[in-house]
T-cell receptor, first 113, second 112 residues
């Protein structure tokens, strides 16, 4: 049973560019949440997708957007990249938006130069 | 969600119990205490959660004080693989808001 998978593992972008990160949830899960983790900090909630709609959103600008597909996989898009967007981006899946347990993927390390 | 306070770090000897404290003095009656951990270069991993009774599973035990203002995560026989950052989180378990609000956590170092 595959857990949460994310791609790519690492990537390097230049300031001002756009990036798309991908996540496949754990088998049987239908809800995907995205978190940003800066170095030395705990993960910060970006948003959550359920039934192909954004259900909750954290304190992140509109440059951060997402999408969920009918197969429950999800994408995180970040436009107009800033140096401060350099971080580990984590995807977590759960069975329903109210589930007490979230399963995290290994993350995508984004470096903006 | 209520805020939590954890010391920045602690260590323990391999094979001994690791007791990780957490203060959550402003916790509401409908908020649960959750513990996650993050091993280096991995995503966070769920450990355990509880409301007011002590809880135990195959990974750890959670002891919540009677006034619910603090709790302790206990790893009964710590191993080197338990070296990680441990996050104590409080949140409402029901309702639409299921986001996890992480602090900086406590870094546990298990020494041989």
């Amino acid at each position: 049973d595959a857990g949460v998978t994310q791609s790519p593992t690492h990537l390097i972008k230049t300031r001002g560019q756009q990036v798309t990160l991908r996540c496949s949830p754990k088998s049987g899960h239908d809800t995907v949440s995205w978190y940003q983790q800066a170095l030395g900090q705990g993960p910060q909630f970006i948003f959550q997708y359920y039934e192909e709609e954004e259900r909750q959103r954290g304190n992140f600008p509109d440059r951060f957007s997402g999408h969920q597909f009918p197969n429950y996989s999800s994408e995180l898009n970040v436009n107009a990249l800033l140096l401060g967007d350099s971080a580990l981006y984590l995807c977590a899946s759960s069975s329903g938006p109210r589930s007490y347990e979230q399963y995290f993927g290994p993350g995508t390390r984004l470096t903006v130069t | 969600d209520a805020k939590t306070t954890q010391p920045p770090s602690m260590d323990c000897a391999e094979g001994r119990a690791a007791n990780l404290p957490c203060n959550h003095s402003t916790i509401s009656g409908n908020e649960y205490v959750y513990w996650y951990r993050q091993i280096h270069s991995q995503g966070p991993q769920y450990i355990i959660h509880g409301l007011k009774n002590n809880e135990t599973n195959e990974m750890a035990s959670l002891i919540i004080t009677e006034d619910r203002k603090s709790s302790t995560l206990i790893l009964p026989h710590a191993t080197l693989r338990d070296t990680a950052v441990y996050y104590c989180i409080v949140r409402v378990a029901t309702g639409a808001n299921s986001k996890l609000t992480f602090g900086k956590g406590i870094t546990l170092s298990v020494r041989p």
